[in-house]
């Protein structure tokens, strides 16, 4: 995306630790990324190439969030989402989270240019790299949803069901600045699943 290459143990190290640190203290966009700088402004990237950076991988990781959660709420809502919010929202919701999706792969092959976003420069990778960002976030969301749906006692509930209210969780999880979501990504599991998953 930058055009500047690093080697992959440089790149992995950071976002361990970047990651490392986000989920434990929470406020993962000041605490990920002040852990990151430290490496990369020690490998020559300016204060603005680290905010692409970023701006990337943040958008990498709800890419998938986007297209997941919005196919289970269109598909199968979960059945404790009244709970949470009124049942009619989520046919709406999952049909924004879609949308916007689709919005941005198609803006990677119509805008040319940067994007001002808040004073900031940006600008849309290209279709491959776009294509790229969907086919790894879509597969590393849809394995950590498996795994949970693999471990779940029989009669398991439809796939598409947990996958929404999975979703629903882990962006609470992620609003609330806890880290690592602790309980509320939980809580709002149980609220979203109760009437179709004992609770034990």
Known sequence: YLGRRFPRWQIG?????G????????????????????FYSR??????????????????FWIGLMVLGGWGLLVHPPSGLPGVLHHGLAIPLGAILLAASAAYAIASFTIRGPVRVF???????SPAL???????????WALAVAVLWVLMPAPR???????????????LGLISNV???????????????GPAVAVT
């Not at 986000?22 to 990151?36: D, I």
């Not at 004073?119 to 990778?125: H, M, Q, S, W």
């Not at 509930?157 to 962006?171: C, D, K």
Request: no cysteine; net charge negative; hydrophobic share 50%.
């Open 43 to 60: 490998w020559g990237l300016s204060s603005s190439e680290l905010s692409r950076i970023v701006v990337f991988y943040s958008g990498t």
């Open 157 to 171: 509930l439809p796939f598409t069901e947990l996958m929404g209210a999975f979703v629903v969780a882990h962006i």
């Open 130 to 140: 776009v294509a790229g960002q969907f086919a790894l976030s879509t597969a590393d």
């Open 19 to 38: 990651y490392a640190i986000s989920n434990n203290l929470g406020f993962a966009l000041l605490s990920g990324t002040t852990a990151r700088y430290r």
């Open 179 to 193: 880290p690592g979501g602790l309980l509320v990504f939980e809580g709002g599991m149980t609220v979203l699943l």
């Open 119 to 125: 004073g900031f420069a940006l600008t849309i990778p």
């Open 13 to 17: 190290v950071a976002s361990f630790v």
